[in-house]
Each structure stands twice: as C-alpha cells, then as structure tokens.
C-alpha cells in the first residue's frame, strides 16, 4: 500500500489523511464541484473531481470513485463514514478492481447493514436484542397490528437497511402505525434503496451506550471501551463522551463481552462499534445495531485510550497490524465530544447554511481536539451534513472535561451562520448532565429550559 483515496469529504477525509500521512502514505482527495475548493481537497496530495454537487451525482457513484482511484494511482480505499462506507456492493467493487478495501468485508457489511439479519446474528451469539417484529416490505400491511400488539406500545417503526437515525419514527398508538409505515416504507425505499420496515420496542427514558470494537479477521476481537451518545436531536448525536456516566461496571463489563461476542462469531475486522439501547433505571441493555465503519464520536475513544483508530483500521488492511491483547488497552480519564453544526437550535434544529464569515477555532488549550473540513470563508452548502466541527476535550475526570468542552465552545469564533454552539453550552452546563443524568429524551424533555439559557 503506498497511496490511500478517501471516499469522502470534510473533517473524517482530513482525519484520514493525517493517519495516512503518519504511516507514510500519499493521500487521494474526491470532490464535487460544490467541494472544489475545500479544506479536505487543500489537504491531499492529489484531488479528483467526482461530479456536481448532489452526492448522489459524484460521492455516492461508485464507477467515478473507481475512476478516480485509477487516475490518481490510489492502491486502497478508506470509506470514512456516510456515503458509501456500509455499502458492501461498493467495498466489493474496490476489491475486484485489485485494490484494497480499507474496512470489513462485503460479506460483513452486507450481513450487519440489514438490521433484521444483524439482530438474528447477535441473538444466535448470545447477545440481548429489543422485542421486535419480522420485517414488512413495501406495501406489506398484512399482520401488522398483531406484530405491534406483540412488541407492545411505544414503538419505533425502523427502516431494515437505515442507519445513523434515518427512517426511525415512533408511533405511541395503533391509530397511526398504519400510516407511519407506510411512509416509512417508501422514504426507506428511496433512501436506501430497501423499502423493509420492522417494529421495535421503544424504551421510554434509554440511553444509547455504544461500545467500539475492534476485530482482526480471524475471530479474534477485542473492545476499546464504551461511549454514551445518549444527547439526542431528530435520532441523531449532538454530545458524545467516553466512558459512560453512572454506568455500573459490571454493566459495561457484560456489554464488552457481548459486543467481542459478535465480533468474533462473525470473525469481524477492522474498526465497528455495536450500539446499545440502555434501560435509565433498571441498565437493562439490548442490542440494537452494528456500525461497520469508523464513527463519527471516535475521537473520545480515542483520548481516553490514546490509539490511533484509523491507523489501525489502515495497518490491519496493509498486514502489518499484529494481534493486540486486550489486557494491553486501557482508559484514562474522561472524553467530551460535541457536534458544532450549522443548524438552528430554535427551529427545530433546520439546517443553515451559508458563509462562514468568522471561523476561529480555539487554539492553545491543554487537551483539546479539533476536528474540521471547514476554513474561514468556506461556504456551508446545503447538499451535505451540516456538521462544521467536533470539539473534543480530554480531562482528568468527567467534571474536569465538562468544564475543558464548555471553554473551548466559549472561545471558538463562528459567524456567517445560524450554529448551536450556545445550545451545546447549555446542555454542558445544565444540572441534570452535569450530574450524568443522561438519556436520550433529555433534549427533548429540557428543549425549553437549554434555549432559554
């Protein structure tokens, strides 16, 4: 392996890059005309144009990504996260075109994107899943109202080939389930080309515990410790930290060994992370899904492990990463997280795009992490995600970390666009998460009280 392509953009494409860099790896940029001039094509040593703005014309075609690995001499590919990096027909597509794969096998992706089969795979390893239904194709109505009746109300009709929250509605009364599937089915049908639905339970104050994995290929794994992602807007992360707050060890112990268990009953390799839902009360924890990428929150694990997980996943896929023994990782201290997106907070979160005409992140402060695709005098358009950095700070303790994230937020400069830098604030410095009174309805129960802050 001498030259990797990223196949994608923003901060995770200039996060890859320096992981690459450090292992002595020349760096392939892929751009749309919208990314032309972008900070993650700035920081390549080749660029690719892919085609126009919409993603579906330029990152998500796989034959111009291919294209573009031949053209710039590219040997492997890393698929970041998004896009294409749980699409098990393009990781295919790398390996037949003689390059290397940068991630799990197709087999692996394939089996684990489909979140009815995943849920069958964990069963079968001895891992605790959410009461849930058989699966509903489009237009498939059939024994629907028994199927919910069964998994019992609150539930969340889910898309079987979704991810990161999309194609997740919750329905509290049969009054509605008919209408919501449907929906469901077709939105699902468009997005991801798999109109499946299935029921699940709905647990009314949960956490969302995550736990990061690490396989070898040969039915060996190991775990990186748990984050919590439980702060929560429209299903999808805004804080992140490792460890989890309050979490019994005897907990995060038992969710260890059942996350290695899947990896190793599926002889996974690479970087995954098997996500969990977590009773607030009881910590009762069900599987809920297994991501066959890097994350977006990696960086926290991370800082409290201090291993480079991209470098891993690059040395695993070149053969020169040996077995690591799982008694030779450890965590220190505690990792904060937070999203900063070009969205507005008292608009239910709606996307703003526009000019960063003031982009200064913070500099100089002991253990803090930056990571974007963004410069002052970007542009933040509206064909991709709206996320312009991830303040990550590492402390002593939790309170220590806290207290470092809610610094760095008060110094980053940022203008142009409406952001939630304020909205994180508060959420850092409201009484419940400072205590680690966590769970995933906190933002939606505290929405009031953290805009008025």
């Known amino acids: 392996m001498k030259s990797v392509l990223v196949a994608n953009r923003g901060e995770i494409a200039c996060r890859v890059f320096r992981s690459a860099r450090a292992l002595g790896l020349s760096t392939v940029a892929i751009y749309s005309d919208a990314d032309a001039g972008a900070a993650h094509v700035e920081a390549a040593d080749r660029a690719v144009g892919v085609g126009p703005a919409p993603a579906r014309e330029s990152y998500l075609r796989v034959e111009k990504v291919l294209e573009a690995a031949r053209e710039a001499g590219a040997d492997a590919i ?52 959410v009461p849930g239904s058989a699966r509903f194709e489009p237009g498939e109505i059939e ?18 080939g979704g991810g990161g929250g999309i194609g997740m509605r919750r329905v509290d009364g049969p009054e509605k389930l008919i209408d919501v599937v449907v929906a469901t089915q077709s939105m699902a049908q468009k997005s991801f080309n798999n109109g499946a639905v299935f029921l699940e339970r709905f647990v009314p104050k949960a956490r969302h515990v995550e736990m990061q994995v690490f396989g070898f290929g040969d039915g060996r794994a190991i775990h990186l410790f748990e984050r919590d992602c439980s702060l929560q807007r429209r299903f999808q992360k805004v804080i992140e930290e490792a460890r989890a707050p309050g979490l019994p060890a005897e907990v995060a112990d038992a969710m260890a060994a059942a996350a290695v ?28 899904e297994m991501n066959t990428r890097i994350q977006v929150e990696h960086p926290v694990t991370e800082m409290i492990t201090g291993r480079d997980l991209v470098a891993m996943q690059i040395e695993l896929a070149r053969g020169t990463l040996g077995f690591v023994p799982q008694n030779e990782v450890a965590a220190h201290g505690h990792a904060i997280e937070c999203r900063l997106y070009a969205e507005d907070p008292a608009k239910m979160f709606m996307p703003s795009p526009g000019p960063l005409t ?50 760095a937020l008060r110094a980053f400069s940022i203008d142009g666009i409406r ?4 909205f994180l604030l508060a959420c850092l410095a409201d009484d419940d998460f400072a205590a680690g009174d966590v ?15």
Request: glycine share 10%; aromatic share 10%; charged share 20%.
């Open 78 to 129: 890393h698929p970041g996260y998004g896009f294409l990096s749980e699409n098990a027909e393009f990781a295919q597509s790398v390996l037949d075109a003689g390059l290397t794969w940068i991630g799990p096998s197709p087999h692996t992706i394939r089996q684990m994107g489909d979140k009815q089969r995943a849920r069958q795979i964990a069963a079968e390893a001895g891992v605790p899943v």
């Open 143 to 160: 024994g629907l109202a028994q199927a919910a009746e069964a998994v019992g109300y609150p539930l969340l009709v889910k898309a079987a």
């Open 261 to 288: 268990r899947l990896c190793e009953a599926t002889a996974y390799s690479g970087a995954g992370t098997v996500e969990f839902i977590v009773d607030a009360e009881s910590f009762e924890f069900f599987f809920l």
């Open 358 to 407: 003031t982009f200064r992140p913070p500099s100089g402060m002991a253990h803090l992490r930056v990571d974007s695709g963004y410069r002052e005098g970007d542009a933040v358009t509206p064909f991709y995600d709206p996320m312009v950095a991830k303040i990550v700070v590492w402390g002593e303790s939790r309170e220590v970390a806290r207290l470092r994230a809610m610094d």
């Open 419 to 422: 952001n939630n830098r304020h």
């Open 439 to 453: 769970h995933t309805g906190f933002i939606d129960a505290n929405r009031g009280r953290l805009l008025a802050a």
